[in-house]
């Protein structure tokens, strides 16, 4: 490498101006291409269209690069001010409601009490109530109130009451039949047990059950321990939410 000194060297800013940068490895000269060397970007974004986004990359060397993000099906992008925000769209909400009726004692019910979505089928024993999922969808919550004029009355230590989701096997099988029938989820949020004596209670379940176009499901309360039968009511309140 020549004998200069630093002070002896051109300053600029263009890198156009300069053809290599040198430097030594070991005891050797070298040279290098200035545009194989500290190029810088800078990003720019901007929402160009419905869900979709452009990017555009500024190199320090004038090269300008592009591409775009799209949002696909269920899932919603967004620009504002340079922020990209990447978010899952929600499918419509589907409300559904059920009662159980003469709990603890399993009338009707085929694992215990058998919530009732329409009008009672007669005689109970004879029959046992199922939803027929209409769509690909998610239960993702669901909402449980009392609503006898009496309270709840567990008194047996170690009694609970669960509440479990179940799915028929096969659509064209027997709906009073426990063979007929495989547990998808039980929803432990919804339980009564022996604190619950003397309330009134509203319980609420959050989570994620996936469903399927045409599966049919029983949703029970299972008796554990020793409750006295009685002739109390609740409500439940079930939201689907359908799959994009």
Known sequence: MANKKFSQFVSTTDPN?????VGYKDLDNMQ???DKVGVFYTLDANETGTNEIDIELIGSDSSVSDFTLLGGE?????????????????GALISVVGVWKNLFGGSPGIFGDTLEFAASASPVASNSSVFQVPFDCKLIKAQMKWIHSTAVNIPLAGSTWDVNVYSMTDPALSTTQTSSYQLVANLPELSLTTTDTGSFPSKTWDGTVSLQEGEIINIS???????????AEM???LIFEIDL
């Not at 101006?17 to 940068?21: A, G, I, P, Q």
């Not at 269920?74 to 929600?90: K, L, P, V, Y």
């Not at 309360?221 to 002739?231: A, L, P, Q, S, Y």
């Open 17 to 21: 101006d300069v053809d290599f940068l």
């Open 32 to 34: 290098i291409p200035t």
């Open 74 to 90: 269920g899932i919603e992008i967004t620009e504002t001010a340079g922020q990209i925000t990447i978010s899952r769209e929600r």
């Open 221 to 231: 309360g299972v008796e554990n321990g020793g409750i006295g039968t009685d002739d």
């Open 235 to 237: 409500e439940l309140c």
